[in-house]
Structure formats: structure tokens, C-alpha cells
């Protein structure tokens, strides 16, 4: 069958990778190292092959950037513009996966890359229409994360209450009382003191939690 090239699409499948570090919100970037935008900083990403479904386009490329197989992600967007890239006609699929900062070690399986864990709040300079796309992945991202779901995706092993509510401060835009949020976190009975404690060294020693195995999904905020 011949097929109308004016029916002819690409598509490119587009990462935004979230972890919580240093407290905040962060999204990996790595850095274009060749003209043109030499210098600005671009998402991970990848054509789809005919022979491969969105998912497993996505899952391959966060495979190839960092060497991580199991993650969460999910489809957020899809990016249509005729002139989202000056001579091609690419369509964007914008994906978000959910990463553990504890847990991560960054692996360069086919090339080298040089990355950087961002703050949501200082996104560089960025190629094309990237930063839009990584503005967009984060809305989302912030609506998903009102839900526990999301949120034991983002925090898998320890943490503390008061890195618990800058998180949420970032991401909700506001600032919260601190005994109130407590408050509310604890009779939630989402959380569970693990015994231990952080090392103290810029203060007082904070009491670390966890998220419960069985605890059902609901709306935090």
C-alpha cells in the first residue's frame, strides 16, 4: 500500500526523570555537547522504531541514559506542533518516570553523557521546545504526587517529616505549618517510625519513616 506523504509522522519519545534530592524536587538533564545549541541541556530521548510500542521505546531509552530497567513511568503528553522543530516533522510523546535518588547509580551503557540532577524551580537553558516539555511533565507530575501512590514511588526507603513538607512546599507552592502538616502526615496512618534517626549533623537528630507496605491509594491535599 503506498502510503501519502502527508500522512507521514515520527515520533520522538521523551523522558522527564523526578527524584527527590537535597530535599527537592529534581529532573536529570544531560548537556548537548555538539552545534547546534552546544552547551544547553536536552531530555533523554529517542525516535520510536516500527517495531516498538511507545512504552517500550521509553523503557529502552531510560535503559540506555542511565541503566536503570524498572521504573515507574507513565505517559503524560503528546506534543503536535507543525513547528515544534524548525525542519523536521517529529512528534513529541512526553513520558515521566519516577526514580529513588537512594538507589540510583547513574551507568553509561553506550555512551558517555554528561548530567546533572536539576531543581524544578532553576531549569537551564534547554534545546528546541524542551523546556516546555519538561514544565509540562511537572505539572502533571504535581497532580499525580497529591496521590500516595506516586509518592512511595519517590520515597522507597527513609525519610523525615520536615524533608517530607519542603517537598510539598515546592511542589504545592506554598508554605505549610509545620505542626499542622505533621499532624495531618501521622493520623493519615500512612507512615511508620522506623526506629531510627538521622545523624544530627546540622541540628537535631530527626526521626526517620517509611511509607507502610499495604495502605491504600487517596488524595494527600
Known amino acids: 500500500m503506498n502510503i501519502d506523504k502527508r500522512y507521514i509522522n515520527q515520533i520522538e519519545v521523551m523522558i522527564s526523570m523526578f527524584t527527590i534530592k537535597d530535599g527537592k524536587l529534581k529532573v536529570l538533564l544531560f548537556r548537548r555537547d555538539e552545534d547546534p545549541f ?4 536536552m531530555l533523554p530521548s529517542n525516535l520510536l522504531m516500527v517495531s516498538e510500542t511507545l512504552e517500550e521505546c521509553a523503557l529502552a531509552t531510560i535503559d540506555e541514559f542511565v541503566g536503570l530497567e524498572e521504573v515507574y513511568l507513565e505517559q503524560c503528553h503528546l506534543f503536535s506542533q507543525v513547528d515544534r522543530l524548525p525542519n523536521d516533522r517529529i512528534l513529541a510523546s512526553s513520558f515521566i518516570a519516577l526514580i529513588d535518588s537512594k538507589s540510583i547509580e547513574l551507568k553509561r551503557k553506550k555512551r558517555s553523557f554528561h548530567s546533572e540532577w536539576f531543581s524544578i524551580d532553576s531549569i537551564p ?3 528546541y521546545d524542551y523546556a516546555s516539555i519538561v514544565d509540562n511533565a511537572t505539572e502533571f507530575l504535581r497532580h499525580r504526587m497529591l496521590n500516595i501512590s506516586t509518592l512511595k514511588n519517590l520515597y ?3 525519610f523525615t517529616l520536615p524533608e517530607l513538607q519542603v517537598l510539598y512546599e515546592q511542589v504545592l507552592g506554598k508554605e505549610l505549618d509545620r505542626r499542622n502538616f505533621r499532624k495531618k502526615f501521622l493520623n493519615l496512618d500512612l507512615i511508620e517510625d522506623t526506629g531510627y534517626k538521622t545523624g544530627g549533623h546540622n541540628g ?3 526521626k526517620l519513616y517509611r511509607f507502610k507496605d499495604h495502605i491504600e491509594d487517596k488524595i494527600l491535599f
Not at 552546544?38 to 541541556?41: E, F, I, R, V
Open 156 to 158: 522507597p526507603s527513609d
Open 38 to 41: 552546544k552547551g544547553y541541556w
Open 204 to 206: 537535631r537528630p530527626a
Open 125 to 127: 537553558k534547554m534545546v
